[in-house]
């Protein structure tokens, strides 16, 4: 997801009129405490100033709470499914407002209009933007309530703001004045939020650019950690749903009298899918619901459904790549190419297949409908969308229904989901079991079978060399399923016909190429779609990076040393990725016998990655000893969680590498089940050592949650090409 | 429905369940003991991992029926365990978690190795570790905080 697009699709949600109020909220909490109610808002467009913003029963509309005891309560808008948002965020509130950290604690917002996302205007995760957006947001917010702390306590002495100075939740005064937080915060509270206020200079900075430990580590490692699967309400009840064997095959009848022989079974029922419909068992625990799931005879109406099939599908993709499609970037001239000699020029085929998720947490939502108010747990990277999902299906409206944000394990994308089909679920057996919690479970099962993938795709390029040896023209097809056509997201991300995210990574490619043209079909398939960690980069990093590797072997040239040539002069970031990653991985000059380097670099979502991997082949895998990665993503607000994130990202991009990292079609059915079938990468394929190089910056941060994923395939496979002599196109990587 | 005697974490349990559901679904909804994970039901991810008597086993896939007499020790026992604290701390200190939600079934599996293997190759880890998926892939720190915990532990 990218910032641009979602950028304009937040206007869609504002009608492009970002109001920005300050508001302050007072208000005594249960616990005793004060909230020191902090917040910029964002009011939809509709709600002019002349207008009384709609009251705000809840949330408490805030994102710093000074306890009396000191501690210091800071709201995330975001969800934490991994990315370590809940640690960052804080630290940077914290840093502006020279709070003790170890003080510090954090809680994920529930569903609410200020806790937006500034620059997409929903609440949600995604296009890598959690600390590239709320940079500003929160170092604001802590540098307004350091200032409303510090006003206190110069009213109080009677002195003027400049004899004040803060560190670790204490304002200093002359004469050896000194009040905590703690003391201040009531009477902070009733303090104007200034308009304006000074923020620090870097070098001021306390907490952001350090190496500071996560906050969950501990409630993680103790199984204390409630994620959204464990919750456990008075009178909960599990319910599981049969979805078709086909997407959008119907129900035409059900037996359900075993099923509902089993003891515990409460409710076995037809309910409407997206698209076709389906059966939800509901049952007072998840393994009574599940065996009686296992009972039902279901006929299901398959009529008129189309029957997707990855056999042809290829044949299909494959005739379409070699048509030009709908037009990406058309640059120079388009037939250029066919006067360059036919010894000097490149046709490459490429092949990528569905992915799924699966992130380890299986789907859930818990919903609980009162007639006239709902309650939600859900963990969400779309909060706002969801939210929105559950009262449409309730007769809601979405204010009334309480969303809370509930820890996810592992998201990747597939808690973002445009229709909200998990959600839409809970709410419709929800409605029907009125008064009730329902928990909705989706097993494994479910996931690697229940659509939403990482669409399949066919690349087809032609390149030209110039008698230099770099490319003189260069002809892209891509061939992909759109993410976003027939949502509300499509006026915004689709262009000229063309989904920008089939085309992203290639078409904004930070390589100089001449007569560079690209185009894509976007076909329609019965197989739903999404975005899967760094989205269209999976794929075209893929291919921009294995050619551009295997033109610099065909020039005889160091591959860094080419891609330093080919690289736009505007593409800083990416070269001074390039260049530390070079600086510190002298180690693939005293490679041990078998074992080769692969180099790839790619800049998405702002921030530019350069990696080198050492690579030899074990049991005819790819068996990766060493990444050296360099990264410039602006300020490195906490290298630590950055690191981790490339550990992570660099992994889950070898995902696509794995023999069995593909879902398959026949006859409309998902070839795969579970991680028997679909197999992600375990330890022993994941690499041994990475060691992290972050470019020093004041530039602006940007993200690090999805770039660490696409070069990892890319350098592996160069450096599998160097061994074997052979170039990899085709996705999973099957035989080496 | 049949009425059995578990010993979980050194304490007397006592669930009425149907014999044929998993220890995984006993602890999480009979128990209420959650940080045992559900990740896939046919033991090919590891979230679900505690010890019966000692070994590393995988509860999603164990019929209640079948424990029978043998200690439970589950991820809320570690803390009682003097392998399973130096794990714990070295996954603190490693910063080895992201979303957390496999940790539970990683920490078990290494605490299993540990005991049995004090000193463990990388070799000795890909093996023991190697059915534990993490789709976060933490599995860089996983390594190096085993290695931390088997210094803390001499």
């Known amino acids: 997801m990218k910032e641009t697009q979602y950028a304009r699709s937040s206007k869609a949600f504002r009608d492009g009129s970002i109001n920005r109020r300050s508001f302050l909220r007072t208000s005594t909490v249960a616990a005793g405490g004060l909230l020191l109610s902090l917040y910029l808002d964002f009011p939809p467009s509709a709600h002019t100033e002349a207008q009384t913003p709609p009251p705000k029963v809840y949330p408490p509309d805030a994102f710093v709470h000074v306890r009396p005891d000191g501690k210091i309560l800071i709201t995330v808008n975001r969800l934490e499914f991994g990315q370590g948002v809940q640690t960052s965020l804080p630290m940077i509130l914290a840093d502006e407002m020279d709070a003790d950290w170890s003080q510090v604690v954090s809680e994920l917002a529930p569903a609410a209009d200020v806790y937006r996302d500034p620059v997409f205007g929903i609440q949600m995760v995604g296009g890598s933007g959690s600390i590239a957006h709320s940079f500003t947001q929160y170092r604001e917010l802590g540098a307004k309530t350091r200032a409303m702390l510090v006003a206190t306590a110069a009213d109080r002495w009677k002195v003027s703001l400049d004899q004040c100075r803060t560190e670790n939740s204490v304002v200093y005064g002359p004469n050896g004045k000194s009040a905590r937080y703690a003391e201040l ?59 078709p064997p086909v997407f959008g095959a119907r129900v035409k009848g059900i037996d359900d009298k075993e099923a509902r022989g089993i003891a515990g079974v409460r409710d076995v029922f037809e309910i409407p899918l997206m698209k076709g419909s389906g059966v ?64 000097r020029r490149v046709v490459a085929e490429y092949e990528f297949p569905y992915l799924a998720h699966t992130p380890m947490e299986p789907l859930n939502a818990t919903v609980r409908f009162e007639g006239n108010k709902a309650e939600a747990w859900v963990p969400s990277q779309f909060q706002t969308m969801d939210q929105m999902a559950i009262a449409e299906v309730l007769g809601l409206k979405p204010e009334e229904v309480t969303f809370h944000t509930e820890y996810a394990g592992g998201g990747f994308g597939r808690r973002a989901v445009i229709d909200s089909h998990v959600p839409r679920e809970a709410a419709v057996i929800a409605k029907r079991l009125k008064g009730t919690p329902v928990k909705l479970v ?102 921009m990076e294995t050619l551009i590797d295997e033109l610099a072997t065909r020039a005889k040239m160091d591959p860094i040393a080419y891609r330093r040539k080919l690289l736009k002069p505007e593409a800083k970031k990416l070269r001074a990725a390039l260049d530390l990653m070079d600086q510190q991985s002298a180690w693939r000059n005293n490679l041990p016998k078998g074992h080769a380097a692969g180099i790839a670099c790619h800049e998405c979502f702002g921030t530019a990655v350069a990696c080198a991997v050492e690579v030899s082949i074990e049991n005819k895998r790819p068996k990766i000893h060493r990444v050296t990665v360099a990264v410039d ?47 992600p990468p375990y330890i022993v394929d994941a690499p041994v050592t990475v060691d992290v190089h972050i470019v020093p910056s004041a530039e602006a941060p940007t993200g690090c949650g999805e770039p ?10 160069n450096a599998l090409a160097k061994l ?13 | 429905m049949a009425t059995y005697e578990l010993n979980v974490n050194g304490l007397s349990k006592k669930v009425e369940v149907d014999p044929s559901t998993p220890l995984l679904w006993v602890l999480r909804e009979e128990l209420k003991m959650t940080g045992t994970k559900y990740g896939c039901g046919i033991s090919a991810c590891g979230a679900c991992t505690v010890h019966l008597a000692g070994e590393a086993t995988r509860s999603c896939v164990v019929p209640i029926s079948l424990v029978g007499n ?33 940790q539970s079934g990683q920490i078990m599996s290494a605490v299993a190795l540990l005991k049995e293997t004090p000193k463990p190759t990388d070799a000795n880890i890909e093996e023991s570790m190697g059915g534990s998926l993490c789709r976060c892939a933490t599995y860089v720190r996983i390594r190096e905080a085993i290695k931390r915990a088997a210094e803390q532990m001499t």
């Open chain 1, 185 to 243: 915060a009531r009477d902070a509270a009733r303090k104007p939020v200034p308009e304006k206020v000074s923020l620090k200079s870097p070098s001021e900075f306390r907490l952001i650019g350090k190496k500071v430990p996560r906050l969950d580590s501990a409630a993680k490692c103790d199984g204390s950690q409630k994620f959204g699967l464990d919750l456990d309400l008075p009178g909960m009840k599990i319910a599981v749903v049969a979805h």
């Open chain 2, 70 to 102: 043998r200690r439970v020790t589950t991820i809320e026992g570690m803390a009682q365990d003097p392998v399973g604290r130096a794990v714990q701390h070295a996954w603190i200190e490693k910063d080895v978690v992201q979303c957390g939600y496999c």
């Open chain 1, 708 to 717: 660490p994923v696409p070069v990892i395939s890319p350098a592996v496979v």
């Open chain 1, 633 to 679: 993503c602006g300020i490195a607000v906490n290298p630590l969680t950055i690191e981790s994130q490339f550990h992570g990202g660099l992994g889950f991009g070898i995902t696509q590498l794995m023999a069995g990292g593909a879902i398959t079609f026949k006859d409309g059915r998902v070839e795969q089940r579970n991680f028997d079938g679909y197999t």
């Open chain 1, 442 to 543: 989706w097993t494994r099962e479910d996931d690697v079978r229940g659509g939403y993938y990482r669409p399949m795709h066919a690349h087809r390029v032609e390149i030209g060399i110039g008698a230099d040896g770099m490319p003189a023209a260069w002809r892209h097809v891509i061939v992909g399923q759109s993410l976003v056509a027939g949502t509300p997201f499509a006026a915004m991300m689709i262009k000229n016909g063309v989904d920008e995210s089939t085309v992203e990574g290639t078409s904004d490619t930070n390589y100089n190429l001449t007569n560079f043209h690209v185009s894509a079909h976007n076909p329609t398939v019965n197989v739903p779609v999404l975005w899967w960690r760094s989205v269209g980069n999976t794929h075209t990093a893929f291919v």
């Open chain 1, 280 to 343: 939800a068992v509901v049952a007072d625990r998840f393994w009574t619901a599940k065996q009686a799931r296992d009972l039902l005879k279901i006929d299901w109406d398959l009529s008129g459904v189309e029957l997707a099939d990855t056999s042809q599908l290829w044949t299909k993709y494959k005739a379409l790549a070699r048509t030009p499609g709908n037009v990406a970037v058309a640059r120079g001239d388009d037939k250029a190419i066919d006067r360059i000699p036919v010894a």
């Open chain 1, 724 to 736: 074997t002599g052979k170039r990899y196109r085709s996705l999973p990587l099957k035989n080496i």
